[in-house]
Every structure is written in structure tokens, then in C-alpha cells.
């Protein structure tokens, strides 16, 4: 398997224009989550689904950020309109979720908004 | 889910072993410990996880202590590559529906 794929794996983009990141998660698995990593904050959960619905959304910043799961094998997160405060490395991962079993970790997005 | 302590940074010599504690004193009956690293520029890396019993794969060794309120990562081996931060995480089990929480983790340096 070629693990957890995220594109683009760098992205430069102007304020106030919308950004969409893509994740594929392992095949099989159930569990997708979304993380936004930054000097400040570190490793920040954004949000997690399971089987397609999401399961905690809380760590979603405010309404310019939305993640959807239209189907098991592919998520994304937009931000529309970003801000140069979104410039942050962003995570996927996935899992199954049969009982203790890890968290596979994408190669993360580089985000920069000019 | 229980929080967990680790020292900000370690130093390790290469060819040594590093041993990377974690204290979790509230950690419940049924969570497990589990063990990610972070190499830079990277995402995270799944090392180890146990219950209460230590643990030992080709990565890592984890060492729980008998009350469970802190645990050891040993890479018995450190290289140059193992320089990381890693990071001590508690879940219960059923990791599936349950999302990771890194807190700041230990910056690991291995040297030279």
C-alpha cells in the first residue's frame, strides 16, 4: 500500500482565495483524521470521521475551514477565504478501527497564504 | 483521556540506548500508552503502545511501571536518524473512533 496520500504537498496561495487540500486514506481504512501543525500550537486535531460521518469537529477553527468525506477512499479540507494565519503544515492520517491498532500519517500539505 | 509529561528534550550518544520517560498518574484501568515519533518535515510515525505488560518490537522497547502512572521508551540503539520529538499519547481502547492528542512531546538528539 502506498500509505496515506496528500496533495498537494505544497500550495502557495493569496488571501482571501479558497484552498483545497486532498487526502486518500489507506484502503480499508475507516477512520480519517485531519491535523494543522504550527511553531505555536504544535500538532492541533482539526477533525475525525468514521465511516464517512463525521465524529468530532470541535477542533475546527471557525467557518471558513470545512472537511468532507463524500466516500472511503478520499477527504478533503477547504478553506475559503484563507488568511495568512492559516499558513500551517496539515496533516491526514487514517486508521482502522478495530481495536488498538495505529494511525497512519500522511507526508502533510505546506501551506503559505501570502 | 489522561494527560500525559515528558521533559521538553533529551540528548542521547549515538550507538547508546535512549530512554524517553513519560509520566500519565491519571491514566485509567483500560487505556493503553502509545508511542509516536516525529522526524522533522515529516508526519508522524507509530512506534510502540502497550497496556501493562512491556513491550518490545523492532523499533523500540516500552517499559510501564507496575501502577501504570509512568512508562520508558528505550531505542536501544540510538542512531543519527532517531533524532525526533517524540511524543507519549493515552487512549482507551477502540482507537478507531478516537482521535490522537500530542501534547509537546520530548525532542530527542542523538549525537554524534
Known amino acids: 500500500d502506498a500509505g496515506v496520500i496528500q496533495s498537494p504537498r505544497h500550495e502557495v496561495t493569496e488571501m482571501g482565495q479558497e484552498v483545497t487540500l486532498r487526502c486518500k486514506p489507506i484502503?480499508?481504512?475507516?477512520?480519517l483524521f485531519w491535523y494543522r501543525q504550527t511553531m505555536m500550537r504544535g500538532l492541533e486535531l482539526l477533525i475525525y470521521?468514521?465511516?464517512?460521518?463525521?465524529?468530532?469537529d470541535s477542533g475546527m477553527p471557525e467557518d471558513r475551514f470545512s472537511a468532507k468525506m463524500p466516500n472511503a477512499s478520499f477527504s478533503t479540507l477547504k478553506i475559503q477565504p484563507s488568511e495568512p494565519r492559516d499558513s500551517a503544515v496539515y496533516f491526514c492520517?487514517?486508521?482502522?478501527?478495530?481495536?488498538?491498532?495505529?494511525?497512519?500519517f500522511g507526508q502533510g500539505t505546506r501551506l503559505t497564504v501570502v | 483521556d489522561a494527560k500525559t509529561t515528558q521533559p521538553t528534550s533529551m540528548d542521547c550518544a549515538e550507538g547508546r540506548a535512549a530512554n524517553l520517560p513519560c509520566n500519565h498518574s491519571t491514566i485509567s484501568g483500560n487505556e493503553y500508552v502509545y508511542w509516536y515519533r516525529q522526524i522533522h518535515s515529516q508526519g508522524p510515525q507509530y512506534i510502540i503502545h502497550g497496556l501493562k505488560n512491556n513491550e518490545t518490537n523492532e523499533m523500540a522497547s516500552l517499559i510501564i511501571t507496575e501502577d501504570r502512572k509512568s512508562s520508558t521508551l528505550i531505542l536501544p540503539h540510538a542512531t543519527l536518524r532517531d533524532t525526533a520529538v517524540y511524543y507519549c499519547?493515552?487512549?482507551?481502547?477502540?482507537?478507531?473512533?478516537?482521535?490522537?492528542?500530542f501534547g509537546s512531546g520530548t525532542r530527542l538528539q542523538v549525537q554524534p
Open positions: 499519547i493515552v487512549l482507551p481502547p477502540d482507537t478507531g473512533r478516537r482521535a490522537l492528542t
Open positions: 492520517a487514517s486508521s482502522s478501527s478495530r481495536s488498538n491498532t495505529e494511525a497512519f
Open positions: 470521521f468514521n465511516n464517512n460521518v463525521p465524529i468530532d
Open positions: 484502503s480499508g481504512h475507516n477512520s
